[in-house]
């Protein structure tokens, strides 16, 4: 009886990121063995690469938020964090941060302490 080749073989489903500004692609051994980041993997290896290079990796876009008044931003890859960094900063500060969707293309949406009295 003929074994099928293909049915011994281990599936790798290891995560891959590619950056064409790099022209590299990787796979997220690393982030998942020695970093145990989990379902996290993709983005870990995402913001560190923001940091390392000063930009992200193909098809990753984050959330950006960035004050109005003075000269403090960040970006997160994920909605949650990017509200509570600007809400925080709003609660501080009583400054206007704007918060931009990675996904809409129009005007980003502005919090300010009005939103914040609101939001109680």
Request: aromatic content about 8%.
């Amino acid at each position: 009886m003929d074994k099928d080749s293909t049915v011994d073989q281990p599936v790798d489903e290891t995560p891959t990121i590619t950056c064409s500004r790099c022209n590299r692609e990787w796979t997220l051994h690393y982030e998942l063995e020695e970093l145990y980041a989990g379902n996290r993997a993709v983005e870990q290896f995402a913001l560190d690469h923001e940091r390392h290079t000063g930009h992200f990796p193909d098809e990753i876009t984050p959330w950006i938020v960035s004050c109005q008044q003075c000269p403090d931003s960040d970006r997160y890859l994920e909605e949650r964090p990017a509200r509570r960094w600007a809400k925080t900063h709003v609660r501080h500060t009583d400054h206007t941060v704007e918060v931009r969707s990675p996904i809409e293309e129009d005007s980003p949406e502005l919090i300010d302490f009005d939103y914040q009295q609101e939001q109680k």
